[in-house]
């Protein structure tokens, strides 16, 4: 059977994921569950994970759920040591865990700073470290990084900034891990989420007309490329980065 015609490529594996809740989140999880895997789910309303697990159709993985800060070092600890006690492994990460605010940095405080840094990079890095004892020979690590990471983003500086960052960690990261796993980055463009509301509504007529596909992207199209780079599909693709906005950033 060939990896792309197997229906549940992920049977018994299984995926820890940080953002749980957030749009493209969500649909990682949906289709690594429809493949097989196993999902531990975290986020800072693990209520809200409870409800979305109730909709997830019988016959895949089991699912863990459990709050997470993904600022906190000690949060991520722990929401690594759950999985391992459920599952005994992590055959995949995916650290979805991010906020987009907007601030021009002129005005930007210490505060406003440190917070997306600390959610945006320190988290990734934290679970991560956490993670790394626990991951399974030939598992998949999938940072979500950013056109914005590439190319910046007036009124996100800091937003912009920790994506840049997680371009360069995912991969000093494949160097350090070789054989053992596989790293990548996707960077996606402008995604209709609840993240991209805001940005959307201000601005969205000025990013479809600088997007050739003419239109947003939707959260299962990112979801679809995390899903297919932890995939056999993708057992060479190492240390790269995927883009994923329509054409509106081409490198």
């Known amino acids: 059977m060939t990896p792309l015609s197997d229906p549940t ?4 594996k299984t995926l820890l994921l940080s953002g749980a809740g957030g749009g493209i989140a969500r649909e990682v999880a949906r289709q690594f569950h429809a493949a097989g895997a196993h999902l531990v789910l975290g986020d800072l ?7 979305f697990a109730a909709s997830l159709p019988t016959g ?3 699912v863990l759920i459990r ?22 492994s992590v055959d995949f990460l995916v650290p979805a865990a991010g906020i987009y605010p ?10 406003q700073w440190r917070t997306v840094v600390s959610v945006n990079l320190d988290g990734v890095f934290f679970l991560t470290r956490a993670v790394l004892p626990h991951l399974n020979q030939h598992g998949a690590i999938v940072n979500l990084a950013s056109m914005a990471g590439h190319r910046g983003s007036v009124r996100h500086a800091h937003y912009a900034a920790t994506k840049g960052a997680l371009l360069a960690f995912s991969r000093s990261l494949a160097w350090e ?3 053992h796993a596989r790293v990548n980055t996707v960077s996606p463009g402008i995604i209709e989420t609840p993240m991209t509301r805001d940005y959307v509504a201000a601005r969205g007529e000025d990013a479809l007309s600088a997007t050739p596909m003419g239109r947003l992207g939707r959260p299962e199209e990112v979801a679809s490329v995390i899903t297919f780079l932890c995939s056999p599909a993708a057992s ?4 790269e ?8 950033h081409m490198i």
């Open 9 to 12: 490529p992920f049977h018994g």
């Open 45 to 51: 309303d693990p209520a809200a994970l409870e409800e």
């Open 60 to 62: 895949g993985g089991r």
């Open 67 to 88: 709050h997470l800060d993904a600022a906190s070092a000690q949060s991520n600890t722990a929401f690594v040591a759950a999985a391992v006690e459920e599952f005994g």
């Open 102 to 111: 907007e601030q021009a940095v002129a005005d930007m405080t210490d505060e």
């Open 177 to 179: 891990l070789g054989g």
């Open 236 to 239: 060479f693709i190492h240390g």
């Open 241 to 248: 980065t995927i883009q994923v906005n329509g054409g509106m």
